[in-house]
Antibody, heavy 121, light 109 residues
């Protein structure tokens, strides 16, 4: 059974940093690209970032470019999101999502339950 | 900045058919945008329904179908069930970056 378990969320002051983790199990993590998606309270979904299987290719939403860094440790089956220079508008539930793993197909299938990040003074 | 637009809300009767659409500010939506559709119920994580315009995940009910309709991507629900009441989001691919639509709240009444 595919499981994605996010952690690392919490309350942080504006300008602060936080690192989110997503522990993967139930599939061969090393062969799937991964993404982060967030959802502000009462709002819609916002795609945040993507990382390829090896970590050699990454993409970011303009709203987080230069502040957030996606990475992965394939030896630990874990995805990360390093968030720096946090702003009030970064307050959201952060979800990790697994790619379907079909060549040249852009799609996610499994999602975690999310971790809440609150940026407030 | 690219904007993906969906109907904010739609209402459908049980057993009816409804079509949700997804438009891109850059022009016509094509298969190259790899349209994806997701369902989200209150307090739950999103659930993937459709990818690559019309392909279904193993768990996607048969009453859900995806297509291109004119210059938009579309999600059609046929024979709507009460449990289909939810928020629905489309996702489009722009050569690296991906953009979600604002979501459609579907009410089954």
């Amino acid at each position: 059974e595919v499981q994605l378990l996010e952690s690392g969320g919490g309350l942080v002051q504006p300008g602060g940093s936080l690192r989110l983790s997503c522990a993967a199990s139930g599939f061969t993590f090393t062969t799937y690209a991964m993404s982060w998606v967030r959802q502000a309270p009462g709002k819609g979904l916002e795609w945040v970032s993507f990382i390829s299987v090896t970590g050699g290719t990454t993409f970011y939403a303009d709203s987080v470019k230069g502040r957030f860094t996606i990475s992965r440790d394939n030896s630990k089956n874990t995805l990360y999101l390093q968030m720096n220079s946090l702003r009030d508008e970064d307050t959201a539930i952060y979800y990790c999502a697994k790619d379907v793993g079909i060549i040249e197909v852009v799609a996610t299938d499994y999602w975690g339950q999310g971790t809440l990040v609150t940026v407030s003074s | 900045q690219t904007v993906v637009t969906q109907e904010p809300s739609l209402t459908v009767s049980p057993g009816g058919t409804v079509t949700l659409t997804c438009a891109s500010s850059t022009g016509a939506v094509t298969s190259g945008h790899s349209p994806n559709w997701f369902q989200q119920k209150p307090g739950q994580a999103p659930r993937a329904l459709i990818y690559s315009t019309s392909k279904k995940h193993p768990w996607t009910p048969a009453r859900f179908s995806g297509s291109l309709l004119g210059d938009k991507a579309a999600l059609t629900l046929s024979g709507v069930q009460p449990e289909d009441e939810a928020d629905y989001y489309c996702l489009l691919y722009y050569g690296g970056a991906r953009v979600f639509g604002g979501g459609t709240r579907l009410t089954v009444l």
